[in-house]
């Protein structure tokens, strides 16, 4: 089984989590939130998901990589942080994407790759745990 077999269901959570985020129940919040970030991934690196408008749910999502017991998935993301000014990007899509273009050209690239790799090596797992969670606590 694969994150694929829930995209009806995963649509309608997308369309439901953009049009109001904070209705989401904390499980639906969860797979939201998980699943954005393994997407964001597989299109552009991490830095994909920070440079897009996922980047708003950061802290929300470091929170629930925490839950699902991916501690280390978590910390990437904390390191990536850390190169925003004052270890905290923005909520503001446009105010992470100034910072990310004000980074000096390469400067994080070696960084960013091998934080990438350290993802990679997890992805499957989280995503593993992520479809045990929707089909325990979602019910699908």
């Known amino acids: 089984m694969t994150l694929v077999d829930f995209q009806n269901s ?26 954005s970030l393994i997407g964001s991934l597989d299109n552009g690196g991490l ?27 978590a910390n990437i993301l904390i390191e990536i942080n850390k190169l925003f000014p004052n270890e905290k990007p923005s909520i503001d899509i446009n105010e992470r994407n100034i910072s990310i273009s004000n980074w000096p050209n390469g400067k994080y690239e070696l960084v960013l790759d091998n934080l990438d790799k350290l993802f ?16 325990t606590k979602l019910q699908l």
């Open 120 to 135: 990679y090596s997890k992805e499957e797992q989280l995503e593993q745990q992520l479809i045990l969670h929707i089909k």
């Open 10 to 35: 995963w649509e309608k959570l997308v369309e439901k989590g953009y049009k109001d985020y904070l209705s989401l129940t904390s499980d639906e919040r969860i797979w939201y939130n998980i699943q």
């Open 47 to 73: 830095i994909s998901f920070y440079y897009n408008s996922y980047g708003e749910r950061v802290y929300e999502t470091i929170e629930d990589l925490k839950f699902l017991g991916f501690q280390d998935i």
